[in-house]
Structures are given as C-alpha cells and as structure tokens.
C-alpha cells in the first residue's frame, strides 16, 4: 500500500529542516512498517512537509503512529494520511 503523508508544522518557529531531521532520526522505527529506502519526502511550503512511502505492515505502522502522538502533539505537528491508489487507464 502506498500512502501519502502531509504533515503541518504548527507550532511557531518549527520548519521543515527541523521537521525532517526528526523524522530521519527514526529510520529504524520506520522500517518495521515500510519500505524507508523508497520514501519520497518533499517540502510544500515553510509549515508543510510530505512523504510518500510503501506500506508492507499497516497495524505495525499505525502502532508506531499511536505510540508516538504525543511527540507530534509536542512539536506540533498535525499529520493528514491518504492512501494512493492508480487512476484507471
């Protein structure tokens, strides 16, 4: 499965530098769920970062998104989730 992450940075004086940091920092974590070496990350704008990544273990990825809310909530981060699937021909 293939997901389309936004995550809105808002807390005041968070960019997306600091933002991406944090979410390399966790490779390790991220790998019991998807395929890291494949993620796509793009900056939007100053607040706003996505990350496009396969999904091999989606209980395993929502545990992980789970456990960590309160380190979002902290930094300020509101994430929005869509599942990408192809248009028909």
């Known amino acids: 499965m293939k997901l389309l992450l936004f995550a809105r940075l808002t807390k005041p004086g968070f960019s997306c530098d600091m933002w991406r940091a944090m979410f390399d920092s966790d490779r390790d974590m991220q790998a019991k769920a998807i395929h ?48 990408l699937s192809p248009l028909p021909h």
């Open 36 to 83: 890291v070496e494949h993620t796509i990350i793009g900056k939007v704008d100053d607040h706003t970062a996505m990350v496009v990544f396969d999904v091999f273990d989606p209980a395993m990825l929502a545990q992980i998104m789970a456990d960590n809310a309160h380190r979002f909530d902290e930094a300020g981060f509101a994430h929005e989730v869509h599942v």
